[in-house]
């Protein structure tokens, strides 16, 4: 296998593994409803094997990242400086949130109380780490996309689909759904694919 088709691979991984870890978290119509987060929750393997999955996504997308970069690199381009700094940090904030999400409810379901114990509690927390990570991560993913245009790697429709899917993945998480999920998921192909491609025929 040659090393492109390898980082086309890594590129792709992450909506891939994102994607997959999101069909399996329980569908919660409305996060401000915890009782409905508390059913969700209740089906314990696939809370847990989703919120995980996602949060391992996200350490996936550091790669994937650094397989563009790695790419461009070898023609003598960078993407800003800051790009995978913004990546890293969101996605480390993201991976927290999602760790604490999938793992917090059942926790206290273990112990005897009702999950709803740990969403009250920890609203302020969870969310306000998931508002970080997906300022700071979608800083990063502006700067892969308009990065990837200037330097010429992205072009005609793709360089639009790819921006209109950064600002979706960043504008989703708004919608206290977990259908909004799906939207990040969607957005996440809508941005790495169109780089595969440009990385494969470039």
Do not use: C
């Amino acid at each position: 296998m040659n090393s492109k088709r390898l980082q086309i691979i890594s590129i792709l991984a992450f909506p891939v593994v994102l994607t997959i870890g999101i069909a399996l978290i329980p569908v919660v119509p409305d996060y401000s409803d915890h009782r409905l987060a508390e059913q969700a929750a209740g089906q314990t393997a696939r809370w847990f094997f989703g919120h995980i999955i996602s949060a391992i996504a996200f350490a996936i997308s550091i790669l994937s990242v650094s397989s563009i970069e790695k790419y461009l690199q070898h023609s003598s381009r960078s993407l800003p400086v800051l790009t995978l700094p913004f990546i890293t940090i969101g996605a480390g904030l993201y991976a927290a949130g999602l760790g604490a999400d999938g793992i917090g409810p059942l926790a206290v379901q273990s112990a005897g109380y009702s999950p709803v114990i740990f969403f009250d509690g920890s609203s302020l927390w969870v969310i306000g780490t998931f508002v970080a990570g997906t300022v700071v991560f979608g800083l990063g993913l502006l700067n892969v996309v308009i990065g990837s245009i200037r330097l010429g790697l992205l072009s005609g429709l793709s360089k639009y689909v790819s921006f209109i899917s950064a600002l979706v993945f960043m504008i989703a998480p708004m919608i206290l759904s977990s259908w909004a999920l799906y939207g990040i998921a969607v957005a996440s192909f809508g941005i790495f694919v169109p780089l595969s491609l440009a990385v494969r025929r470039d």
